[in-house]
Each structure stands twice: as structure tokens, then as C-alpha cells.
């Protein structure tokens, strides 16, 4: 896709644009800067965009702050700045955008911006889940918060799928599409939920988790997606491994280390590989 050349500096020295202008080319101008992996550039643009925001506050400006808020608390914690700070960030954007959707304001919104809106909400949720669960070893994960953003993401995927149904494929685009975050979401909820099982203890009830990623397979297939089908083929290791079926399991996540060079696809497969050889040796 060719990259469009917007003058934002040029525009923003201008004296006589609108506060809403302002916000909104300082907002786009952090995510261009973001997205350069310029981070200083970044945080200062969405630090300014805040800034403005919360001078107006204006309800129709709570996903703008939400946004900036998001990106700032993402940067935390890949800058390993403020590791717990950007965590608590993450989940507090959320949370809002979570409980943002059941509000007037949010149902009144028109269509594209009702669908950007949804969409953020669950990138953001997903974001989150994955985030917590890398940093599983520095903090507790609640695993009844992850139900709750996981019910949330599937909610958010129907919704969506129901209110565009065809045209659906219209809005997709190649990075951070609907079926990317959900599949983050469900496969960290599952992966959480099949470690708290106790050992012969049957993974039934999580069935309709495993289903949901099933259906994913027949989506259009972006990096990100074919990357967290990746990481469902770790979750259907270690279900086999919860069924005692380790060989099977470790023929699975053999194939899947010679296949990819995901850092954190590889981390969780030869861990529960480690694991598996373990058993197999007492």
C-alpha cells in the first residue's frame, strides 16, 4: 500500500485551526510516529493530545483519551519504562472501552466511527490479556478478568459480524483486523484456563473456546492471524498433554518450532515441550 505525505508540523503551526483540528492531527500525528517505532516523537503527540482533550472535556473526546492513553501505556511497557504503570494503563483502557459500549453515546455513534470505536475496543482488550500474560512471572493475572475481556472480544466479533455481515470485508485492513484480536484474546483466556486445570481434569468446558479459534482458520489468513493460529497450535499441545496424550503433543509442538520465529510462539512451545520431556522421562 503507498504511503500518503501529510505536512503535519506545517499544519500544526498554523495559529488559526481549531482545537478539534489540532487534536486530531496531533493524535494521528503520534500514531504515524508510533507506528515508525519513534517513540519520544510518540509520547509527546499523545501527551499534548491528552492534554487538549482533557482542557475540553468533552464526552465525545473518551476514545480519544482512551487512544492516547492506550498508546502511552503500550509504550511503558515496551520501553520497559514503567512496567506495572503501563499494565494498569492497558487494563484501564479496557475496562472503559468495555463498559463505553453499553453507553448512549457510544450507540449514536455513526457507522464508521462506531466501527473504528469497536474496533479499538477489542485490540485493546487483547493488547491487554497478551501484555498481562508475558508479564505472568512480575504480575498476578486474574483469571476472572480474563473471562470477563474474553467474553467481551467475542461479543465485540459477533456484534460486528451481525450489524455488517457482508460488507464486514469491506473495513478489513492488513494490521489489527477483528479476527487478529480475537484470536489473541481467546488463546490467551484458553492458554490461562488449561494451566489452572487440575491433572485428568477434562477440558469440556473450555470446548467453545477451542471452537471459536476453529473458526478462524477459514478467515482470510493476515501475518498477525497466521501468527496467533501459532499460538492456538500451543494451546492444542497442551490440551493433548492434559488428556495424557504426550507424544502426540510433542510431535505437535516439534513441527510448530521448526515453523515459526515468533519469540513468544517459541517461548511457550519449548516450555511446554521442556515440560512433556520431563513427564516422558519419569
Known sequence: MTSIYVPFDDMLEKKDISDNLRIFLLHAKG??????????????????????????????????????TYYLSLMAVVLEEELEKGLN???????????ARRSELWKNMESA????????????TATYMRVASNLSDKFEIDVHIFRE???????????????????????KIEDDTFEDSLAKAVNEILY????????????DPLQHYVERLNSLQSMR??????????????????????????EP??????????????????????????????????
Open 89 to 99: 494503563g492497558l487494563m484501564f483502557c479496557a475496562s472503559r472501552l468495555c463498559s
Open 221 to 246: 489468513l493476515t501475518p498477525r492471524l497466521g501468527q496467533e493460529l501459532n499460538f492456538s497450535k500451543v494451546n492444542e499441545a497442551l490440551i493433548l498433554v492434559q488428556q495424557n496424550e504426550l
Open 113 to 124: 466511527e462506531y466501527f473504528s470505536s469497536n474496533r479499538f475496543a477489542i485490540l485493546a
Open 149 to 171: 475481556f474474553a467474553g467481551e472480544a467475542i461479543g465485540i466479533f459477533d456484534e460486528i459480524d451481525q450489524k455488517y455481515g457482508k460488507s464486514f470485508s469491506l473495513f
Open 249 to 282: 503433543a510433542l510431535r505437535k509442538l516439534n513441527i510448530l518450532i521448526k515453523s515459526t520465529e515468533n519469540p513468544n510462539v517459541l517461548f511457550r512451545a519449548r516450555t511446554l515441550k521442556r515440560f512433556i520431556l520431563q513427564k516422558l522421562d519419569n
Open 192 to 203: 490461562l484456563e488449561l494451566r489452572h486445570l487440575k491433572p485428568g481434569e477434562s477440558c
Open 31 to 68: 500514531l504515524e510516529s508510533y507506528n515508525a517505532e519513534n517513540h519520544r516523537e510518540a509520547k509527546e503527540c499523545f501527551t499534548k493530545t491528552l492534554e487538549l482533550c482533557k482542557a475540553q472535556k468533552r464526552p465525545d473526546n473518551d476514545v480519544m483519551v482512551l487512544s492516547c
